[in-house]
């Protein structure tokens, strides 16, 4: 009984000492952040959510299929055959979309991802930087735009950083402000209180982030270019080799 009394006193005096701190509502919004989170997450999978969208993929499986299924069946169409080969086409853009689980109607840019050993990284790098690539209309190969050189990305990256550092910088500005008031005791100053201050460094942070990532898009662009192709020839060179 003492023990628990003990104990009970003991989380009293923590929980008073972390509402008197400075950083006591920060920390007491992060523990109530972290248990409501945890509790929609436990609804969430009371409640069936998880396996009605489980459920739901299964249908749009098989719906896709379906739907394939029928479009091939119209390209044998008597009525429709001057329209084979876009149909073709549209079905070949259908499947690999689907394979890779990403949108894109350009049939080039699949096929390019397709042969890439890693298919996600070149489509998240394509969409990144697409605004700096160009495809060659007869080889249909991609490359940098002929205004986007190697220097102008290194350059583009070094401003980047720059900027990510000065606006980091100013956004912690107002707390490193606190620590000097606070070391040296500074009196009669009115400041940033320190959920201000930390709403403040949140700002120019993601302000920062979109400028950088901006900045960096030529870089995803070349990346794009770089990735390790897969070698057909030698995957089925080792193929024989295990066969025999």
Known sequence: MAANLNSTFDLTQLALKIAESSYGIVIVSFILVLFAVGGFIYLLSKSGVFSTFATYSEHTNKKFHKEIE????????????????????HIKVSKLENFLKHKNKDLDVLKYALFRMNSKRTLKLYERGKEFLVKDPITKEFKLKDSMTLEKIECREKIGFGI??????????PYLAQVIITVFSIKGVQWFSLTEQFLIYIAFLVFSLVIVTFLF??????????????????????????AA
């Open 217 to 242: 898009n030529p870089r995803a662009a070349q990346s794009f270019l770089e990735l390790e192709k897969i070698d057909i020839k030698q995957r089925e060179s080792n193929d024989l080799n295990r």
């Open 164 to 173: 990510y550092v000065v606006m980091n910088f100013i956004g912690s500005a």
């Open 70 to 89: 029928y479009k091939e069946e119209l390209i044998n169409d008597v009525s429709l055959t001057e329209f084979k080969g876009a149909m073709e086409h």
